[in-house]
Nanobody
Framework: VQLQASGGGLVQAGGSLRLSCAASGRTFSRYALGWFRQAPGKDRTFVATISWSGGLTNYAVSVKDRFTISRDNAKNTVHLQMNSLNPEDTAVYYC????????????????WGQGTQVTVSS
């Protein structure tokens, strides 16, 4: 599975962005998907994950009720709708695919995209 993230950019605090991740490979629907982020000088951290069917999602506490993860298996894409953004959300966002179930653990993921930069100005 190859993953290509897009949709990042510069936005003011309180604004919204929608990230997308396009995947290649006919087995896309068999993978749980996740979004992680890495701020400058910090470790990569979990943001959100979704099961292969889309029926199960989980979020980091810091983004819960602001971010929404979704997927379209017919189009081999996963999205991250980000609302009420604040400067602490500034990071490079990565999408990832896991052969196991949805997980908040970095090491559970088998494939990673290249990342897309999100910058939130105050």
């Amino acid at each position: 599975v190859q993953l290509q993230a897009s949709g990042g950019g510069l936005v003011q605090a309180g604004g919204s962005l929608r990230l997308s991740c396009a995947a290649s490979g006919r087995t896309f629907s068999r993978y749980a998907l996740g979004w992680f982020r890495q701020a400058p000088g910090k470790d990569r951290t979990f943001v959100a994950t979704i099961s292969w069917s889309g029926g199960l999602t989980n979020y980091a506490v810091s983004v819960k009720d602001r971010f929404t993860i979704s997927r379209d298996n017919a189009k081999n894409t996963v999205h991250l709708q980000m609302n009420s953004l604040n400067p602490e959300d500034t990071a490079v966002y990565y999408c990832a695919a896991a052969q196991g179930g949805p997980s908040g653990v970095h090491s559970s993921y088998d494939y990673w995209g290249q990342g897309t930069q999100v910058t939130v100005s105050s």
